[in-house]
Every structure is written in C-alpha cells, then in structure tokens.
C-alpha cells in the first residue's frame, strides 16, 4: 500500500513539474526545440509559429538553418563561427544569436542550448530555447 501511495506522488509531482515547465515557457514568449544527432528538428513547442509564421511541422525531420553568429549589432563575429560548427562541439552554450529568415520578414534569434549525452557521454542531440531579439539589436 505505502510504494503504491509514493507511486502516485512521485507521478503527481512529475505531473506538477510537466504544467509549471510548460507555462514558464508559454509565459517566456520564447520556443523551445530538441534536435538529434544529426541537428535535424526532433521537437519544436508551440510559440514557434506565432513569432516566426513557420508552421513548426514542417520543419520536424529538416536540419537547423546554418547561419553566421552574429554579435549585439547583428555584424558576423570575428573570428567567423557558424551555428552548426558550434553545435558539433558539443559544449552548452547561451545568447547566441543568428538571422532567421521567416514569412514575418528577418528575425535576429538568440539561442541558448544544452547538448543531450547517452550513458557513455556521447551526444545524442541538443535542447535548446530561442527568442526572437529582433527589437534589441540594430
């Protein structure tokens, strides 16, 4: 009877954790997206379409859009790094920001990202957040 009881509350709290992340995110403004090994869209959340106009199931199965990292002014930081070469490092990374090209016009994207490892340590994919920052960079 006891297991049975820590059971269901451990089920209700992973229940509690699910609702409390979804909403911070939905409250954030910012989506969320996994990408596999190979950097093709696993999983996208739904505040990708309102700001971008891109319907998230289409991109499911595609490859992230490489694209220069840009700095605050949206210039290409020197020494020139695209966002697929620092994905295939491997290493979590934060506030980087690309141009992505959208049916809502140019968007400036900050993306923040953790790599996801096996057991052994190898890298299976990548979680990640994104914002749109269009408004903050000129």
Do not use: N
């Amino acid at each position: 009877g006891s297991e049975l009881l820590r059971s269901r509350r451990r089920l209700r709290a992973l229940h509690e954790e699910r609702a409390r992340l979804h909403d911070l995110a939905r409250a954030s403004g910012d989506w969320m997206w996994e990408l596999d090994e190979a950097l093709r869209y696993r999983w996208i959340s739904g505040q990708f379409e309102p700001v971008t106009g891109l319907p998230s199931e289409a991109l499911l199965g595609r490859g992230i859009d490489d694209a220069p990292l840009l700095d605050a002014q949206g210039r290409p930081l020197q020494p020139p790094i695209t966002l697929t070469e620092l994905l295939r490092r491997g290493q979590p990374f934060s506030r980087v920001i690309t141009a992505k090209h959208t049916p809502r016009g140019r968007l400036l994207v900050s993306r923040s990202a953790l790599p996801i490892l096996d057991a052994e340590g190898r890298l299976r994919g990548w979680r990640g957040t994104a914002r749109d920052v269009s408004a903050q960079v000129d």
